[in-house]
RNA sequence: GGCGCUAUCGUCUAGGGGACUAGGACGGGGCCCUCUCAAGGCCCAAACACGGGUUCGAAUCCCGUUAGCGCUACCA
């Protein structure tokens, strides 16, 4: 096997923004591909468009495939580097004869285009500067009259076998002949992008299904370059829940947004694969190893998904679940030390009872940010008494000072600070005052964490340990006594 | 308007002529478990857009209609 015959395919965003969820699953999708097939996955910042590209958004297309783990090959390469290509290129077309000037100024076509408007018509280049004369267009642009390259969109029918949608094809009447080449000089997107696919050997174009009409164009070109054709893949849109097209209105679109949001690159992932891709049957969660052994273009879908982040959620805690803890305890301490619950070297040494902690916070967990929201009471010295919970569980002062001296009492006589002797303990003490378990439980439970919500009452006292368990229900005794 | 793409529960989807009384998942509702909340288990409601063909037989194939979306720049 020659290395020509391992696909390359590349991701090629505009940085004008961050990264969209949608361009994330377009690189997903490919770098999927790329690397079930042993080929190459390659990065291309299309920064063409100088007045609308930062380098702030290059950092964060980087910053956000990093964190997917959505690793390139080779070097970046940036369109714009590539400029005196695209030149070249637009010059042959014009040499070749399959392009030509165009004098006609954007004003004028605006003008035209107006007038077909009113009339009711589709406009389309009438090709006027197509039919000047040789002498004309020499005698114009001596005299430095402007001019855009357009290409000569020949007759008959283009069509291609999308690996997606099968066979396309579009009339070249319906195509009008494009501008490759703005009168400054600088290529438009589908000069730059066919350039630059030929000169990165490209195999396949896979990208969204807004691009569908560009590929006829692209084709065309390709062919009046004298390339071979890449295998194209349009891959559908992802709309918001109001099934149109995803924006900011949408809430959160970047995909920084979901990482300062608490989510698994794993689950993000999971989730993005599975809005216009289907392994089949129904296996719905998967890890990225799995998902690249399922993966196949067969079980990509045509029809545009919508984005509901409800179930990206409910994914994200199917894989807090789901992966180890060594895995997990890196992604979640960054967020504990920026809450200010430990710091690092508090967490290097207690990292047994850190892990064991993160187990049982993680089952009733959908983002880190829970993990880390639940995790106060086992970190801090003080803790807040939630509103909700004092009234509900501490409603009668009295009633709950007396059962939590009770409880401390049973508690600190138990013969070990462990589940069984614990457990013996409490539901001994409720027997004896004829009351169920629940009913010293929770206000137990409040004055431990603060909270009506929280692990099982063993668990969680045997995570707290013994003195600190204590304390606080001393600290909640004096509380209610005030 | 023109051109193109698409069409199964609210959402993501399975399905590729008979196995469909259309399966799974999210979300919703109910029950179980239970010290709370989750997780988990069980159950319920919920869809083949419409109309024509083809065929002994259509969710599956073909054609229309409708609807949604995309493109329609010297943006990408």
């Not at 929770?442 to 368990?469: C, K, N, W, Y």
Request: some cysteine.
């Amino acid at each position: 096997m020659t290395n020509s015959n391992k696909p390359r395919l590349r991701f090629a965003p505009s940085p004008t923004g961050y990264l969209h969820v949608g361009g994330a699953r377009t690189a997903l999708f490919n770098w999927l591909y790329a690397r079930k097939y042993g080929g190459e996955f390659l990065l291309r910042i299309e920064d063409t468009d100088k007045a609308r590209s930062t380098e702030e958004s290059t950092r964060a297309i980087f910053d956000g495939m990093l964190w997917l783990g959505l690793n390139w090959d080779n070097g970046v390469v940036y369109q714009g580097a590539n400029l005196p290509r695209h030149q070249a290129d637009a010059r042959k077309l014009l040499e070749t004869g399959a392009a030509y000037r165009c004098f006609c100024t954007p004003a004028e076509l605006d003008e035209r285009r107006r007038e077909a408007e009113s009339r009711k018509e589709a406009f389309k280049y009438d090709r006027r500067c197509d039919r000047l004369s040789r002498d004309e267009v020499e005698r114009r642009v001596a005299a430095g009259e402007p001019y855009v390259v357009r290409f000569r969109v020949p007759e008959g029918t283009t069509e291609w076998n999308d690996l997606v949608h099968e066979k396309i094809a579009f009339p070249n009447k319906d195509i009008e002949d494009f501008v490759v080449l703005r009168s400054d000089a600088t290529p438009i997107y589908n000069l730059a992008v066919v350039s630059d696919d030929i000169a990165m050997s490209i195999t396949v174009v896979m990208r969204g299904d807004d691009h569908i009409s560009n590929t006829p164009k692209q084709i065309l070109l390709y062919r009046a370059l004298g390339a071979p054709l890449p295998t194209f893949a349009h891959l559908p849109m992802i709309h918001g829940l109001d099934g149109k097209k995803l924006s900011k209105r949408h809430g959160a679109t970047a995909v920084g947004d979901y990482q300062h949001y608490g989510l698994l690159p794993g689950a993000m992932l999971n989730f993005l694969a599975l809005l216009g891709w289907s392994p089949g049957g129904d296996r719905e969660v998967m890890t990225m190893p799995e998902m690249l052994e399922l993966f196949s273009v067969d079980g990509l879908q045509k029809k545009a998904a919508i984005f509901d982040p409800k179930k990206l959620e409910w994914m994200n805690g199917q894989h807090l679940s789901m992966i180890s803890l060594e895995e997990l305890e890196p992604r979640v301490t960054p967020a504990i030390i920026t809450a200010r619950l430990a710091t690092e070297e508090e967490l290097v040494e207690r990292r047994d009872w850190y892990l064991r902690l993160l187990d049982l916070l993680r089952v009733r967990s959908r983002t880190i940010d829970d993990i880390v929201r639940q995790a106060g009471p086992y970190f801090l010295e003080d803790i807040e008494y939630e509103p909700a919970a004092v009234a509900k569980n501490w409603k009668d002062p009295v009633e709950a000072s007396e059962l939590l001296r009770a409880a401390r009492k049973a508690l600190a006589g138990a013969p070990a600070w462990e589940a069984g002797p614990l457990e013996a303990s409490l539901r001994g003490l409720a027997e004896s005052r004829g009351v169920s378990a629940g009913k010293i439980f929770q206000p137990l439970r409040v004055a431990l964490t603060g909270l009506t919500v929280s692990p099982g009452i063993f668990e969680m006292l045997i995570q707290m340990g013994r003195d600190l368990s204590l304390k606080r229900i001393d600290k909640a005794l004096l509380v209610l006594a005030a």
